[in-house]
């Protein structure tokens, strides 16, 4: 049976509702994954789940009504809650869901060889513990997860997309003395993560933090790894691209299109059709054709995220930046895959601070940027080698003027989520030693 | 069944009503539905679980067969569990003052606006209020024949106020939980309050960073015991070798008057009838007069680590239980509020909380104040901006020399293991001598 055939409720879902609304879209997704868990070097816990969303949106007069459940046999139930829902919202200007357009049926982000099942998750372990045994760090904990997704949008204007995603990704926590490692990994392809370097990280961080010295208070040069930048960037900066975060006045940036906002040799932009990253799809969440979307060019800022609620409403254009959080959430703006950029250089000859991570980054001032953080894993670094380790010690700054003072991009870069993030050399950033 | 050694059943359905006002629109109303439900087996090397959305109890051979392809999963597992005995038993859930049902949506977003509203003022760029209501079925059974229902309904609102001037952005939060039922009424004070912060700070200093005094309020005083203390007391971290509390039981490392508990059973924003494998919630005594006392625990860790009560396992509907805080708090003392900031003379007293965050086995914490004043000569002087904390579990709580006679217990959500549950964190106010805290001011 074709899939679609499979899905004939949703016909049935979007003909019922043309008879309350104007318009309504349907986001349904069928996911299916199994993981295995180490609680030090055995596995402890094995887990097959099978997850189903559904989210159901109804314009109706420029009012958007919404509702979700996770059984799509009770889709008429969740259909009357999006339409009441829909009469309590504000309405505002809107012009219409996207209509169907011609888009390559041949998936991004899929694996066809990845099989979801339990050996290959011990199989994936057996190889982050082999790697773990290269430094004499005792392994904590683990995991390693296997999925498939179906996702399919279909709307009352005669979109019918689907598409398909498969997901691999492994953890592994170690320890030495009082020292903690922690790497990982995520693709949708299987030839793309790299479990034996993964448990190889992993312990080598545990053992080369042991022993850390002491740094006094005072400013130096830092190197962030694409981990602790992606934690500082996701956190503050990224929101303030978001176009609601703009028009509603919580955005640093939202006076400041056509400025400089970084340092000259910084680009920051989205690509929703890179090859084999995890985040690329060819529609976003309400089925508006992606494209990439660049936010700041050579240190300028060139525009901001919408989706098409926020662009009917200010008067600007989708840039294809809806995303779903989790099963059937509802869109909102975000991104696909969130690429910094720019000249690429040696940024570890010189002697730096390497900061691998950082502990508490989500309690930095989503607002005006200021952070005072943690350090995790962070070493005196020169001639691209690890010296000697800190111990203990706080970052304090803020991301906005942080992004004015970059004196480099490593020459490599590490997907992070749905961010594909280089090294960053900061120059004379404040570091509170204990 | 052959290769079973015990089983358990976690089924949770219900549903979830939310308004959204940002800035006088209402982004989104409504309500959504889920069911899910968990089931976890355990064979004699490990754990097979599945996850099951729209579940539907059944009986007999339709149940068996879940059990057989749960056990499959278990087969690749390769530890022998043991469970540790823990008394069963549920409590009751306390009655809702006001049923948040009985409310139409229309009044709850009429009262959520005047909320919103009273964040008004002629600096304030932005206003945003949320309510959320979850009500939550949950059944639970066990090969034992334990067999548990309860209904819990959380709900409550956040509001935030964004101010800004000439480029200066800055923001007051507010926010109000609950498991007593309905709380949207009468509460245009914290409006106004969020407004207020969110303007004030805009002439706030940035704090210097260092090693000083600080007392903390309740609401901070209680992250930090969630943080310093509770995560890294978590049985399964314990078992892992992931927590630097391992093997110091009866070390001192704190003083006489500092007691931190973790108690499932009280009426607070984290209160369980009973856990998530069906044992009875308890309280526990972390640390006991300074003296490191007992861990929390689930049955497994019970029996592998020992040293505390089972009781402490939580999990968010369809997902697997793990070892969680609940309601943690500092126990109060009998210093007033005016004696600590006597004895603090010169320092910094840090209000509210952004969050923290703590990695156990290295046993280093951070955690973050929405704001701040000065402490000049015992009083309160300037207020200040965007503070952190962090500190060493085994050497930070010995600078906890006072605790006040004023505990009060503050609602929030933790995450661990990709799963949030809620909590409540609670303190009276403390002095805390050396605190390290990271701000951007300098010399």
Same mark, same amino acid.
């Given at each position: 049976?074709?899939?679609?055939?499979?899905v004939?409720w949703i016909?049935q879902l979007?003909?019922e509702a043309?008879?309350?609304?104007?318009?309504?879209?349907v986001f349904f997704v069928k996911?299916?994954?199994?993981?295995?868990?180490?609680?030090?070097?055995?596995?402890?816990?094995?887990?097959?789940?099978?997850d189903y969303g559904l989210g159901i949106?109804?314009?109706?007069?420029?009012?958007?009504?919404s509702s979700s459940t996770n059984n799509p046999g009770q889709w008429r139930e969740c259909l009357s809650a999006a339409i009441a829902s829909?009469?309590?919202?504000?309405?505002?200007?809107?012009?219409?869901?996207?209509?169907?357009?011609?888009?390559?049926?041949?998936?991004?982000?899929?694996?066809?060889?990845?099989?979801?099942?339990?050996?290959?998750?011990?199989?994936?372990?057996?190889?982050?513990?082999?790697?773990?045994?290269?430094?004499?760090?005792?392994?904590?904990?683990?995991?390693?997860?296997?999925?498939?997704?179906?996702?399919?949008?279909?709307?009352?204007?005669?979109?019918?997309?689907?598409?398909?995603?498969?997901?691999?990704?492994?953890?592994?926590?170690?320890?030495?003395?009082?020292?903690?490692?922690?790497?990982?990994?995520?693709?949708?392809?299987?030839?793309?993560?790299?479990?034996?370097?993964?448990?190889?990280?992993?312990?080598?961080?545990?053992?080369?933090?042991?022993?850390?010295?002491?740094?006094?208070?005072?400013?130096?040069?830092?190197?962030?790894?694409?981990?602790?930048?992606?934690?500082?960037?996701?956190?503050?900066?990224?929101?303030?691209?978001?176009?609601?975060?703009?028009?509603?006045?919580?955005?640093?940036?939202?006076?400041?299109?056509?400025?400089?906002?970084?340092?000259?040799?910084?680009?920051?932009?989205?690509?929703?059709?890179?090859?084999?990253?995890?985040?690329?799809?060819?529609?976003?969440?309400?089925?508006?054709?992606?494209?990439?979307?660049?936010?700041?060019?050579?240190?300028?800022?060139?525009?901001?995220?919408?989706?098409?609620?926020?662009?009917?409403?200010?008067?600007?254009?989708?840039?294809?930046?809806?995303?779903?959080?989790?099963f059937g959430?509802?869109?909102?703006?975000?991104?696909?895959?969130?690429?910094?950029?720019?000249?690429?250089?040696?940024?570890?000859?010189?002697?730096?601070?390497?900061?691998?991570?950082?502990?508490?980054?989500?309690?930095?001032?989503?607002?005006?940027?200021?952070?005072?953080?943690?350090?995790?894993?962070?070493?005196?670094?020169?001639?691209?080698?690890?010296?000697?380790?800190?111990?203990?010690?706080?970052?304090?700054?803020?991301?906005?003027?942080?992004?004015?003072?970059?004196?480099?991009?490593?020459?490599?870069?590490?997907?992070?989520?749905?961010?594909?993030?280089?090294?960053?050399?900061?120059?004379?950033?404040?570091?509170?030693?204990? | 069944?052959?290769?079973?050694?015990?089983?358990?059943?976690?089924?949770?359905n219900g549903q979830v009503?939310?308004?959204?006002?940002?800035?006088?629109?209402?982004?989104?109303?409504g309500t959504s539905f889920f069911n899910k439900?968990?089931?976890?087996?355990?064979?004699?090397?490990?754990?097979?679980?599945?996850?099951i959305d729209n579940y539907s109890?059944?009986?007999?051979?339709?149940?068996?067969?879940?059990?057989?392809?749960?056990?499959?999963?278990?087969?690749?597992?390769?530890?022998?569990?043991?469970?540790?005995?823990?008394?069963?038993?549920?409590?009751?859930?306390?009655?809702?003052?006001?049923?948040?049902?009985?409310?139409?949506?229309?009044?709850?977003?009429?009262?959520?606006?005047?909320?919103?509203?009273?964040?008004?003022?002629?600096?304030?760029?932005?206003?945003?209020?949320?309510?959320?209501?979850?009500?939550?079925h949950?059944?639970?059974?066990?090969?034992?024949?334990?067999?548990?229902?309860?209904?819990?309904?959380?709900?409550?609102?956040?509001?935030?106020?964004?101010?800004?001037?000439?480029?200066?952005?800055?923001?007051?939060?507010?926010?109000?939980?609950?498991?007593?039922?309905?709380?949207?009424?009468?509460?245009?004070?914290?409006?106004?309050?969020?407004?207020?912060?969110?303007?004030?700070?805009?002439?706030?200093?940035?704090?210097?960073?260092?090693?000083?005094?600080?007392?903390?309020?309740?609401?901070?005083?209680?992250?930090?015991?969630?943080?310093?203390?509770?995560? =890294?007391?978590? $049985?399964? #971290? +314990?078992?892992? *070798?992931?927590?630097?509390?391992?093997?110091?039981?009866?070390?001192?490392? /704190?003083?006489?008057?500092?007691?931190?508990?973790?108690?499932?059973?009280?009426?607070?924003?984290?209160?369980?009838?009973?856990?998530?494998?069906?044992?009875?919630?308890?309280?526990?005594?972390?640390?006991?007069?300074?003296?490191?006392?007992?861990?929390?625990?689930?049955?497994?860790?019970?029996?592998?680590?020992?040293?505390?009560?089972?009781?402490?396992?939580?999990?968010?509907?369809?997902?697997?239980?793990?070892?969680?805080?609940?309601?943690?708090?500092?126990?109060?003392?009998?210093?007033?509020?005016?004696?600590?900031?006597?004895?603090?003379?010169?320092?910094?007293?840090?209000?509210?909380?952004?969050?923290?965050?703590?990695?156990?086995?290295?046993?280093?914490?951070?955690?973050? =104040?929405?704001? $701040?004043? #000065? +402490?000049?000569? *015992?009083?309160?002087?300037?207020?200040?901006?965007?503070?952190?904390?962090? /500190?060493?579990?085994?050497?930070?709580?010995?600078?906890?020399?006072?605790?006040?006679?004023?505990?009060?217990?503050?609602?929030?959500?933790?995450?661990?293991?990709?799963?949030?549950?809620?909590?409540?964190?609670?303190?009276?106010?403390?002095?805390?001598?050396?605190?390290?805290?990271?701000?951007?001011?300098?010399?």
């Amino acid at each position: 049976m074709r899939w679609w055939a499979a899905v004939a409720w949703i016909d049935q879902l979007l003909c019922e509702a043309q008879k309350t609304v104007d318009e309504a879209e349907v986001f349904f997704v069928k996911a299916t994954s199994v993981s295995a868990e180490l609680k030090q070097k055995k596995v402890n816990l094995a887990t097959s789940s099978e997850d189903y969303g559904l989210g159901i949106r109804t314009i109706h007069k420029g009012r958007i009504g919404s509702s979700s459940t996770n059984n799509p046999g009770q889709w008429r139930e969740c259909l009357s809650a999006a339409i009441a829902s829909g009469k309590l919202a504000t309405p505002h200007e809107w012009k219409g869901l996207p209509g169907p357009v011609h888009l390559s049926r041949t998936p991004l982000s899929f694996d066809a060889s990845i099989r979801i099942e339990p050996q290959v998750d011990i199989d994936l372990i057996e190889k982050m513990l082999e790697g773990a045994e290269e430094h004499p760090a005792e392994v904590t904990a683990g995991s390693a997860s296997l999925s498939f997704a179906t996702v399919t949008l279909a709307n009352s204007k005669g979109v019918r997309y689907t598409d398909k995603y498969t997901g691999v990704s492994l953890s592994l926590e170690a320890i030495h003395g009082q020292s903690t490692g922690y790497e990982f990994d995520h693709s949708p392809f299987m030839d793309k993560v790299d479990p034996v370097s993964v448990g190889e990280r992993a312990t080598f961080f545990a053992v080369e933090s042991d022993n850390g010295k002491e740094i006094a208070t005072g400013e130096y040069d830092i190197l962030l790894s694409p981990l602790a930048y992606g934690e500082l960037l996701g956190n503050v900066f990224v929101p303030a691209l978001s176009g609601r975060n703009v028009h509603a006045g919580r955005s640093r940036l939202a006076q400041s299109l056509g400025e400089t906002v970084t340092d000259p040799q910084i680009s920051m932009y989205d690509d929703p059709l890179l090859k084999k990253a995890s985040g690329s799809v060819r529609w976003d969440a309400e089925g508006t054709p992606t494209r990439r979307v660049d936010f700041i060019r050579e240190g300028i800022l060139k525009t901001f995220a919408y989706d098409l609620k926020t662009a009917y409403r200010f008067g600007k254009t989708s840039t294809a930046s809806a995303i779903r959080g989790g099963f059937g959430g509802l869109p909102s703006i975000g991104h696909h895959n969130f690429v910094v950029d720019g000249k690429r250089d040696e940024v570890a000859d010189e002697r730096v601070v390497y900061i691998h991570n950082v502990v508490g980054a989500h309690t930095a001032n989503p607002m005006s940027g200021e952070f005072s953080v943690e350090l995790s894993n962070a070493f005196w670094m020169e001639g691209g080698e690890f010296d000697v380790p800190l111990r203990s010690a706080m970052l304090s700054g803020n991301v906005f003027d942080m992004h004015q003072n970059i004196s480099g991009l490593s020459k490599e870069s590490r997907a992070i989520g749905s961010m594909i993030l280089p090294s960053i050399k900061i120059n004379k950033q404040r570091i509170i030693g204990k | 069944m052959p290769g079973i050694q015990y089983y358990d059943l976690r089924h949770v359905n219900g549903q979830v009503t939310h308004i959204d006002i940002d800035n006088g629109v209402v982004e989104s109303a409504g309500t959504s539905f889920f069911n899910k439900a968990v089931i976890r087996v355990l064979s004699k090397t490990g754990w097979g679980v599945l996850q099951i959305d729209n579940y539907s109890p059944c009986k007999g051979k339709k149940f068996d067969a879940i059990l057989k392809s749960a056990c499959r999963l278990a087969q690749i597992t390769q530890e022998n569990v043991i469970l540790g005995d823990a008394p069963h038993g549920i409590l009751s859930v306390p009655p809702m003052k006001e049923d948040p049902r009985d409310v139409c949506i229309e009044e709850k977003s009429a009262l959520l606006s005047e909320i919103e509203k009273a964040a008004q003022h002629p600096f304030v760029v932005n206003r945003r209020a949320n309510f959320i209501e979850k009500i939550e079925h949950v059944r639970f059974t066990d090969s034992s024949e334990n067999e548990y229902s309860y209904e819990m309904c959380r709900s409550g609102f956040n509001i935030l106020a964004v101010a800004s001037r000439n480029g200066n952005i800055q923001m007051g939060y507010e926010r109000e939980h609950s498991i007593h039922g309905f709380n949207l009424r009468h509460q245009q004070s914290l409006g106004i309050k969020a407004a207020e912060i969110a303007v004030a700070l805009l002439d706030a200093g940035v704090a210097k960073s260092g090693k000083m005094r600080a007392v903390l309020d309740p609401e901070l005083a209680g992250v930090f015991a969630h943080e310093a203390v509770g995560h =890294a007391s978590e $049985g399964d #971290l +314990i078992c892992e *070798g992931n927590s630097v509390l391992k093997g110091k039981t009866g070390q001192k490392i /704190g003083n006489d008057n500092l007691t931190i508990i973790d108690d499932p059973g009280i009426f607070e924003f984290g209160f369980d009838p009973v856990d998530a494998e069906g044992v009875a919630v308890c309280r526990t005594e972390i640390i006991k007069n300074g003296v490191i006392n007992a861990f929390l625990h689930n049955r497994e860790t019970l029996s592998s680590v020992g040293n505390g009560v089972a009781g402490h396992a939580r999990a968010m509907p369809g997902e697997p239980p793990l070892v969680r805080m609940s309601n943690t708090f500092i126990e109060a003392g009998d210093a007033t509020e005016h004696e600590i900031f006597e004895e603090c003379r010169n320092g910094i007293f840090l209000k509210g909380s952004r969050g923290g965050q703590v990695d156990p086995g290295r046993g280093i914490f951070q955690f973050n =104040a929405e704001y $701040g004043y #000065l +402490i000049k000569n *015992g009083e309160c002087t300037k207020m200040v901006r965007d503070v952190s904390l962090s /500190g060493e579990i085994l050497t930070t709580l010995h600078g906890i020399t006072l605790c006040g006679n004023d505990r009060t217990m503050s609602p929030g959500y933790c995450g661990k293991g990709g799963q949030s549950v809620p909590v409540s964190d609670g303190a009276p106010h403390i002095l805390l001598c050396d605190a390290v805290v990271g701000g951007s001011g300098v010399d």
